[in-house]
């Protein structure tokens, strides 16, 4: 015979309880009556009992071991109804904990039906679908919209929108293209993708993420290190205490139900249930928390350090300003994108990239091309000769640069790169390029303020004046500059020195060392990046740095949560103590209120889940 | 030795998972057993001499809890 699901048992169990419960009103303990109370106390405590004798097989008392014993006493004590009653409680308890605990679990556990089955492989020109573990390094494979893709892959044909959520939290899809990484575990929403895998398994950027989110759900918290010690404790100075209370007062009712509510199991789920909502939350907002230790850190940070270049800024330059003399800024920018075809140098791809985004196509290559070495490039177009670089370029051909001098100096002004762009008599105009400053950076850098945190210092290997600028900028309290990375991790410890709690933030490229250093190590987009996934103990998957005051506002969230629980669960604990010597509390009622309380602090931490809904800021 | 992860069934406290990693302490031939409780896993080597993997479920079954899969780490 099949065995009955928990479920099942649990209604068979209240409809017997029901009766008797009926019955012992209207007949009272008529044999009949004591008869459906035995029935529904052997179903629902016969698995308790088998669990306690086990457990005690291996000298372990636990929870099952007590009820058991307040169960046998009570039917030895003619109190069949609080037998069934507590039996049925204690089942219809842990059936609602574990369906409610799984909520607390589920943001993580959509997570991980993530993980793509199959993979359409296209193997000597035939398309075959192979399930994702046979996938190998540099197979070709096609994905069409709505499939999730099976591997870490570069696009080699196709275009499409990308849903990259599972991996960086941002809802909105990216456009894909030719030569561009994709991530296992994301879909694609239209469009049409070949790609070559390049790591697959558990290589891929999703598996390592999903690893180390598995990890971090049972890094204990110190909190819950010191409930567990509490707990060892406050069991067996109940079950004294039973005895002690029997051999006085001989009142066996009492002494079973200090059995009952010997287990504080309130206290000890208390920190796991909101720890796992916490990271659960995080990760639904593209951030991995390492634990629950991470998660009290973070909510007591006091200074924030930034690495500039990557973490405050973009990390590449880009067009930040066009002058266009007696032409368009799109004539300006058509020309130069030709004249920059050949050229590989970050200036010409930030142009590149400037024009795609205004929209502007250009199939025209340059003629006579020549590099001038350190300067810039000249070239023909249309009969007309042009030039493109640098000042030195210009005073050297005799070409004048006192119409465009004014917007070049405060462009300078501004530790901007300036690109001039000129025919052979006059220059037509001027491109200025920078590393530019996240948008988001200024809002995140107020809502730290608005959070409490004391100082946010910025760190960066460029010269005073170029940081001094952004500082002003985003209005940090301080700034160190001409930093190498050794110095970094100086800077770090003085200011934890000074403020205590210090969290750094890098794009996890060369400031690895100060990441290990800081009392919270925070990565921003490092999705695809291991050390810095290894050694940070926060990520921020995306590219969006608001995800830091998210990722804050969740652990001190997740930390009064914790708090409140342990406070709920110790009152309850108290009341139920005080209620039990007093008289006033039964064997069931004990048990009642044992479960009632665990199930509230359960249900208090998926409101842990809830952030996205209740956030009270928006960072642009 | 080999190091496996078990899958447990959902565990619903915190001190089931003491009760399993406690028992599995003092079972001849496993070491290093952790339970973890937010992912219902138990983390553990063990020797094959000794004891095998139906020996390790065993322990686990008679305290009340099934295991849904095993997987073999490095």
């Given at each position: 015979m099949k065995k009955p699901s928990k479920k099942t048992l649990v209604i068979i169990v209240s409809v017997l309880v029901g009766i008797s419960y009926i019955l012992h009103k209207t007949i009272g303990y008529h044999p009949v009556t004591v008869g459906v109370m035995a029935v529904s106390t052997a179903i629902a405590g016969g698995p308790i009992l088998r669990r306690a004798l086990a457990a005690l097989r291996y000298r372990i008392e636990g929870i099952d071991a007590l009820v058991s014993i307040a169960v046998i006493g009570a039917l030895i004590i003619g109190e069949y109804w609080e037998a069934a009653a507590v039996t049925f409680l204690f089942m219809i308890g842990d059936y609602l904990e574990s369906r409610t605990l799984e909520k607390t679990r589920s943001s993580l556990k959509s997570l991980m039906d993530l993980a793509p089955e199959t993979a359409r492989v296209r193997l000597d020109g035939v398309e075959r679908t192979l399930s994702a573990h046979e996938l190998e390094k540099g197979m070709v494979l096609v994905i069409k919209p709505g499939e999730r893709i099976a591997a870490d892959a570069m696009v080699l044909e196709g275009s499409a929108y990308v849903d990259q959520a599972s991996i960086t939290g941002e809802p909105i899809p990216v456009l894909k293209e030719s030569g561009e990484r994709i991530f296992s575990?994301?879909?694609?929403?239209?469009g049409y993708l070949v790609v070559e895998a390049t790591e697959v398994g558990e290589s891929t950027t999703f598996a390592k993420i999903l690893h180390l989110v598995e990890e971090a759900q049972d890094a204990k918290a110190p909190t819950q290190k010191f409930i567990e010690r509490f707990s060892r404790y406050y069991t067996p100075a109940i079950i004294v205490l039973a005895l002690v209370t029997y051999l006085i007062s001989r009142d066996v009712h009492m002494a079973l139900t200090l059995l009952v509510i010997a287990c504080p199991g309130a206290l000890v789920i208390s920190v796991p249930v909101s720890i796992v909502a916490a990271i659960g939350s995080s990760a639904k907002n593209g951030i991995l928390v390492k634990g629950g230790e991470v998660i009290e850190k973070l909510s007591r940070i006091q200074a924030a350090a930034f690495d500039k270049t990557g973490t405050l800024t973009e990390g590449r330059p880009s067009v930040v300003s066009v002058h266009a003399y007696g032409l368009s800024e799109e004539e300006l920018l058509r020309i130069a994108m030709i004249g920059e075809t050949y050229s590989e140098h970050p200036l010409a791809t930030a142009i590149a990239k400037e024009g795609a985004k205004r929209g502007i196509v250009t199939n025209e290559l340059p003629e006579k091309p020549e590099h001038i070495q350190g300067k810039g490039i000249r070239f023909t177009l249309g009969g007309e000769s042009y030039y493109i670089g640098n000042r030195a370029l210009f005073e050297q051909n005799g070409i004048g640069l006192a119409l465009s001098l004014k917007d070049i100096e405060s462009e300078e002004h501004e530790r901007r790169t300036v690109v001039i762009v000129g025919t052979s008599v006059q220059v037509i105009g001027l491109i200025a390029i920078a590393d530019k400053l996240r948008e988001e950076a200024f809002g995140v850098i107020r809502e730290l303020k608005r959070l409490g945190i004391k100082k946010s210092v910025m760190f960066t290997g460029d010269s005073r004046g170029t940081a001094e600028t952004v500082a002003h900028c985003l209005n940090l309290d301080e700034f160190r500059y001409e930093l190498l990375p050794e110095h970094k991790v100086e800077a770090v410890k003085e200011l934890q020195k000074n403020y205590g709690s210090v969290a750094f933030i890098g794009d996890g490229i060369n400031d690895a060392p100060s990441l290990a250093t800081a009392d919270v190590g925070i990565a921003i987009?490092?999705?695809?990046?291991d050390v810095a996934m290894e050694t940070a103990d926060v990520v921020l998957l995306g590219q969006k740095l608001g995800a830091l005051v998210d990722a804050i506002s969740i652990s001190r969230m997740a930390v009064r949560n914790m708090k409140q629980n342990i406070f709920f669960a110790i009152g309850v604990a108290v009341v139920l103590l005080v209620g039990v010597l007093l008289g006033g509390v039964t064997l069931s009622v004990g048990m009642l209120v044992h479960e009632m309380s665990v199930l509230l602090v359960i249900i208090n931490a998926t409101r842990i889940l809830r952030f996205a809904k209740r956030k009270k800021y928006t960072i642009v | 030795m080999k190091n496996i992860v078990i899958q447990l069934e959902t565990l619903s406290c915190p001190t089931c998972a003491a009760k399993i990693e406690g028992a599995l302490k003092k079972t001849a031939g496993v070491k290093n057993p952790s339970v973890l409780f937010n992912t219902s896993r138990v983390k553990l080597s063990y020797d094959e001499q000794v004891i095998g993997l139906e020996g390790v479920k065993g322990v686990i079954s008679k305290l009340g809890y099934g295991s849904l899969s095993v997987r073999e780490t490095p």
């Open positions: 575990g994301t879909i694609i929403t239209s987009g490092a999705a695809g990046n | -």
